[in-house]
């Protein structure tokens, strides 16, 4: 029997409290303001008088500025993140603690990444807080505003995709202070995965149709939440270029690992539209398939010309 979306958030609860307990068991604690070089920081100008930004502050590779402008955007964000979850998941009981859990840790992402980026002078400042005002009036809506299927099957790849932008990000700078604070940053993004990945492992075994149908939803529609930032297409390409991104880890590092745990692929309790919704994600997988190889193939021919 397909269940309604207030019948799902009571079947779920047990799971989510469990999930919470799990959650905070092996979360760590841990503090911004210790992975932050804050004595190589230096006034700037304006109100005090000291030096204005310069790019030959910073000796970061340009593709990792622009990773780091784009995460640390996609983090500033929160405001409207919590609103989406909230709304959907309610205040209340165990999906309550957690939302207020979640939002209060990835809030520590932006205050972390920010204090690094002005303090190291790796980016212009300037242009980042007006980047952040832009980015934040547009706010950010969800794709399946009503649906707590779809939403919990987004935020599962979500979670995993920024986890290995961070990582891959950290390793672009060449910074080990950076690669150090944002692998801790990932470490967080991969136990909110593991959240949201249980929790619709619980959603299959109640309703495997509608979960089928919800993830292949997502996967067709998948977006990054930063994808309305200004200039996201020609940052997202640089950001693939450089391997930090892309749609072979999009492919084969976030959504295959996920749809395994889930077993899409070798479930036997799917029928009517579940079938279909599984026929056509692996459709969906194959053509992504291709247009992988096809990117890592033109990046190469790419690589080697530049490299005459
Ligand atoms: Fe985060
Ligand atoms: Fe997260």
Redesign the pocket.
Known sequence: MPLDQTALLIELEPVVATNLDRHLSLAKEWFPHEYVPWSEGRTFDGLLGGEAYSPDDSKLPDVARTALIVNLL??DNLPSYHHEIATLFGRDGAWGTWVHRWTA??GR??IALRDYLTVTRAVDPVELERARMTHMEAGYSNDHPDEILHSIAYVAFQELA?RIS?RNTGKATGDPIAEQLLAR?AA??NL?MVFYRNLLAAAFDLDPNASMRAVTDVVAGFQMPGANIEGFGRKALSIALAGIYDLRQHRDEVLQPVLRQWNVFSRTDLSGDGEAARDSLASHMDSLEVQAARFEEKREARRVRLAR
């Open positions: 996609t983090e840790e990835e992402h932006g920024t961070h940053v967080d993004e909110h």
